[in-house]
């Protein structure tokens, strides 16, 4: 069975950092793309960062740089670290997989996490 467990979240307060885990097991074919996505309360569900099998990167708009999203093959996990955090970051953080067609697209991904709660206080 595919599955995705995430770890890492939790509280911080405004700037500060909070590193994102997820890893993958039961896939028969490694998922062509792999990413992060947030869903704060009465929002809609919004790209954070992507990957593909190549190493290419794609991130939202709001990121401005302070997130990086990578992978370790060997361990089967996905990481996302986020730096520079502010209050408009607080949401349920999801990890995904996918065979996308594009990065940030979220009906490209058809397996997710169980959430995460990432809560940024000011």
């Known amino acids: 069975e595919e599955e995705l467990v995430q770890s890492g979240g939790g509280s911080v307060q405004a700037g500060g950092s909070l590193r994102l885990s997820c890893v993958s097991s039961g896939f028969m074919y490694k998922p062509f793309c792999m990413g992060w996505f947030r869903q704060a309360p009465g929002k809609e569900r919004e790209a954070v960062a992507a990957i593909d099998l190549d190493g290419t990167t794609n991130y939202g708009e709001f990121v401005l740089g302070r997130f990086a999203i990578s992978k370790d093959n060997a361990k089967s996990t996905l990481y996302l670290q986020m730096n520079n955090l502010n209050v408009e970051d607080t949401a349920m953080y999801y990890c995904?997989?996918?065979?996308?067609?594009?990065?940030?697209?979220?009906?490209?991904?058809?397996?997710w996490g169980q959430g995460i709660q990432v809560t940024v206080s000011s």
């Open positions: 995904a997989a996918g065979d996308c067609y594009t990065l940030l697209a979220t009906s490209d991904y058809n397996n």
